[in-house]
């Protein structure tokens, strides 16, 4: 087991934006500062990701979260009975919200967890902040139940693994989506369907309302501009707005630069909030430079090709 040496230092990481792994009840977590854009987008790289699929949000209780997500009472009696442990509960955004947007991947939801693991709840103390922690392994991989799979996954890539053996339940957490009526089961995991619906009455499918429940990121309910996007802009014209990466085209109404030094994690982590802020009445249209498709970019430009898709 980990010292509490070895939790303070794990801590510092994640204060200091780098990524570090944890074991939680359900399966390893791959952490970092949800409030802080960079090392959410530097989660996506390490995890070679193609697309933001959005990410869980941990931390020590629904008593922190409360100014970022709005808590139904549906939402606080499942929280009550089942936290901590291994529900995950999609809720809606709250407006203030200090969490970074690239942990909703463009949705207006959230999706938060309290877990149970002892070693999840010190790492969660001693950060002092929530944790956005998808299962810490590459794209494509089985999720982690012990530290050697971290390791061999994503070693190389994040800063510190906090070793506390197997998890327990060894399976990801169920995901139950409490933003609509009834609530519905979009990941069946550690928690029993019978379990919940025992509490809260019949779950709906995520089959029966949702083209493709396992990818939220595919949903259509995704954020969209409302002005038209043009891709891999190559002028721009004196009514657009531009969202730029690297040296901006000259021209544009107003600019958004995603990187000027053309990083793709940088770009990442702007993303989000970029779009939001060019987003407004008074344009006529929004013009994107090219982003290379390399590392973070190939998920950078299938968010921008479903941002700029008729609708
Ligand atoms: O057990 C677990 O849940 C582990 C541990 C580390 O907590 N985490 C985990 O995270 O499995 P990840 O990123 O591998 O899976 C998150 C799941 C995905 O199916 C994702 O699409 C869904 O949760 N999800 C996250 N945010 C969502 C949102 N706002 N709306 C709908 N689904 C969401
Ligand atoms: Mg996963």
């Given amino acids: 087991m980990p010292t509490q040496d070895e939790i303070s230092q794990a801590a510092a990481h994640v204060r200091g934006g780098r990524l570090v792994a944890f074991p939680?009840?359900?399966v390893?977590?791959?952490?970092?500062?949800a409030t802080n854009d960079r090392?959410?987008?530097?989660?996506?790289?390490?995890?070679?990701?193609?697309?933001?699929?959005?990410?869980?949000?941990?931390?020590?209780s629904l008593a922190a979260l409360a100014s970022e997500v709005e808590v139904s009472a549906?939402?606080?009696?499942?929280?009550?009975?089942f936290w901590p442990g291994p529900l995950t509960l999609v809720l809606p955004r709250a407006s203030g919200s200090r969490?970074?947007?690239?942990?909703?991947?463009?949705?207006d939801s959230l999706a938060i967890r309290v877990p149970a693991h002892p070693l999840a709840q010190a790492l969660l103390e001693a950060c002092g902040c929530p944790l956005a922690a998808p299962s810490a392994n590459r794209s494509g991989h089985v999720s982690p139940t012990q530290a050697d799979h971290v390791r061999a996954d994503l070693g190389d890539r994040i800063a510190q693994i906090l070793d506390g053996g197997a998890c327990p339940i060894g399976?990801?957490?169920?995901?139950?989506?409490?933003?609509?009526?009834?609530?519905r089961l979009l990941r069946a995991g550690g928690?029993?369907?019978?379990?919940?619906?025992?509490?809260?009455?019949?779950?709906?499918?995520?089959?029966?309302?949702?083209?493709?429940?396992?990818?939220?990121?595919?949903?259509?309910s995704h954020y969209a501009p409302r002005l038209p996007l043009r891709l891999?802009?190559?002028?721009?014209?004196?009514?657009?707005?531009?969202?730029?990466?690297?040296?901006?085209?000259?021209?544009?109404?107003?600019?958004?630069?995603?990187?000027?030094?053309?990083?793709?994690?940088?770009?990442?982590?702007?993303?989000?909030?970029?779009?939001?802020?060019?987003?407004?009445?008074?344009?006529a249209g929004l013009a994107a430079m090219p982003v290379p498709a390399q590392g973070l970019g190939e998920a950078i430009n299938d968010r921008l090709r479903r941002a700029a898709a008729p609708r």
């Fill in 24 to 26: 939680t009840e359900t």
């Fill in 28 to 33: 390893y977590g791959l952490g970092g500062d």
């Fill in 39 to 60: 090392a959410v987008a530097a989660i996506f790289a390490a995890k070679g990701r193609p697309s933001f699929n959005p990410l869980i949000v941990h931390a020590t």
């Fill in 74 to 81: 549906l939402a606080r009696e499942l929280a009550a009975h």
């Fill in 99 to 107: 969490l970074s947007l690239l942990c909703s991947a463009g949705l």
């Fill in 171 to 183: 399976l990801e957490s169920s995901v139950v989506d409490v933003t609509v009526s009834p609530p």
């Fill in 191 to 220: 928690l029993e369907r019978g379990a919940i619906e025992a509490l809260i009455g019949p779950l709906a499918d995520a089959t029966e309302t949702t083209e493709r429940p396992l990818s939220p990121g595919q949903l259509t």
């Fill in 232 to 283: 891999n802009a190559q002028s721009v014209e004196a009514d657009e707005g531009l969202l730029a990466f690297g040296t901006p085209l000259a021209g544009a109404a107003q600019v958004e630069n995603l990187s000027e030094t053309g990083d793709v994690v940088e770009a990442a982590a702007n993303l989000f909030a970029a779009l939001r802020r060019l987003d407004q009445p008074g344009l």
